[in-house]
Structures are given as C-alpha cells and as structure tokens.
C-alpha cells in the first residue's frame, strides 16, 4: 500500500499487470486497517507470522518477500481470519 487516505477510505495499490488502481473500504474496515498497519506506510500489507524460505519446493517469488523482515506474503485465507477474528473482537 503507497498512499492511504484514512477520510476517503482507499489507497493506491499496483496491480498484477503493474497498473496503478484505487482499492476502497468501508468504515470499519478503515478502523481494522489503521490498527493492522500501524505505521507502515510501503510494502506488502499482510505479512506471515514466519520468514519466507530461503531454499526448496516452497520458495515465494520475489515480489511476495518483504525486503526489511524477510516474511514472505500472508495467503487471502489466513488474512480474511484474522479480519473475522478482529471483526467479532470489536463492540
């Protein structure tokens, strides 16, 4: 995520193909954002608990490695429970 404009609800994000596109969001999901992300402001936006694979059958691309910590990219599934999980935590 380059630029996130917490009022609007969306950010810029680049595309498989490389294109630029606006991802949007509603209200609470803005809140579970800012709270996930903290003040990370580049980089992948869901992380995996562990380092990505150095060597073998399991090794992520490049692109999906964060290059400070070394984590690869969380999968959809793993980030739409934790979003569930968060979601049900909220009053």
Same mark, same amino acid.
């Given at each position: 995520m380059r630029t996130s404009l917490p009022k609007v609800r969306r950010a810029r994000v680049v595309s498989k193909g490389g294109a630029f596109e606006y991802a949007h969001w509603a209200t609470a999901t803005a809140r579970l954002l800012l709270c996930l992300l903290a003040s990370?402001?580049?980089?992948?936006?869901?992380?995996?608990?562990?380092?990505?694979?150095?060597?073998?059958? %399991?090794?992520?691309?490049?692109?999906?490695?964060?290059?400070?910590?070394?984590?690869?990219?969380?999968? %959809?599934?793993?980030?739409e429970n934790l979003f569930k999980t968060a979601h049900d935590a909220t009053p």
């Open positions: 990370r402001t580049s980089g992948l936006m869901f992380l995996a608990d562990r380092r990505a694979p150095a060597s073998g059958p %399991y090794v992520p691309a490049t692109d999906e490695i964060d290059p400070i910590t070394r984590r690869g990219c969380q999968s %959809y599934q793993r980030a």
